[in-house]
DNA sequence: TGGTACATGTACCACTTGGTACACGAGGGG
DNA sequence: CCCCTCGTGTACCAAGTGGTACATGTACCA
């Protein structure tokens, strides 16, 4: 059970430290320091600083993806929607949804390892959210213009929480648009 | 006229540069070559390079606060956010959001010398909107909360174009907002 | 038993980093 | 005319960087 793969627990931990701390500033001897190790095992693991990257990226990636996979598809579309807020909203995810926004910052400037997120970043949430639109009985082109929508409100807002911490203020807001917009949907 | 503040045009080309080619991974040695000085230069005007960076995090907000403030207020309010985010659209602007949302990234993660977005990211931009929103008749409360969602609606579908380029489906995205939303609101 | 593949530590390398010391030239005011 | 401030360049520094060489430990398989 507890696997012996050093490689995947030094990812799940490098990735855990830089989501409380950020990937800037700190170096591979740094990090290592911190998660117990020494940087030459960083290295031999993963090759070089930006292999690294490249795998906390893909980590960081499929664990937004589970958060999106552990959504319960039935009832209402408003009814999914806040549940789905809630989901994000949960403080025990801000540490890697401010690692998710670094990394977006800086692979919007070309940050070699980090490239791999643009592709997906949006893309990869469309299909689950227009499928799921299409269940509710929307036509593919509106499913697909409203699930852009809300991805754009959800990360807006959550922006908005990780600046300012006001999760009143946001949900206030959120629940504006469910009652008023989607509530109209279907 | 032009003349005589050889820090403020330093600090000019900078943003301006850095906007292009992204805050990570630029020294003040590799930004001072490129600038056509020498580091030692960026050291005597901003003292150091957090300071460089505090300056440059100031221009940027700047710059930002530009774009709201040359915003004309006249007009429905479909009308005024439609003009809004064709303003935020023009890709001679990506580079500034882009360093942007670099920034508010590292901001979040608490790199020194960008905390000082954090506060005024989110309510630099409330004061201007709820103004507005109150003008079209919106109590105090509506006009609040319409506008953290606004924010969040161009922010989030604003990080959908710079990933993704396809200017087409986030006008789409936000036209259906605007219509369907914002239009039914005064 | 021995070998071999993985995992780890120690020591080192060349290079870059932010920052400093210091010298120099131009311009203006006394 | 001298002096002083501003802006700039050159040279330098200690510290930290990513990466490599190499030796070692450990475990499992033949």
Redesign the pocket.
């Known amino acids: 059970m507890e696997r012996?793969?050093?490689?995947r627990?030094?990812l799940e931990r490098a990735v855990d430290y830089l989501s409380e701390h950020g990937v800037i500033?700190?170096?591979?001897?740094?990090?290592?320091a911190e998660l117990?190790?020494?940087?030459?095992?960083?290295?031999?693991?993963?090759?070089?600083?930006?292999?690294?990257l490249v795998e906390v990226v893909r980590e960081v990636e499929a664990r937004q993806r589970a958060v999106l996979a552990d959504l319960d598809p039935t009832g209402s579309p408003a009814d999914v929607a806040k549940a789905f807020w809630r989901r994000f909203t949960d403080p025990a995810l801000y540490p890697n949804e401010r690692l998710f926004f670094e990394l977006y910052g800086q692979a919007l400037q070309g940050r070699p390892g980090t490239e791999a997120l643009l592709p997906e970043v949006v893309t990869a949430w469309l299909g689950p959210l227009v499928a799921l639109g299409k269940s509710h009985g929307l036509s593919e082109r509106d499913a697909l213009v409203n699930a852009r929508l809300g991805m754009a409100v959800t990360r807006g807002l959550l922006l908005d929480l990780l600046a300012t911490g006001d999760l009143e203020a946001v949900n206030e807001a959120m629940d504006r648009f469910v009652d008023t917009y989607v509530a109209g949907l279907p």
């Open positions: 012996k793969d050093p490689r627990d030094l500033a700190r170096s591979l001897r740094q990090l290592a117990g190790t020494s940087h030459r095992m960083l290295i031999y693991h993963f090759g070089s600083m930006e292999g690294l």
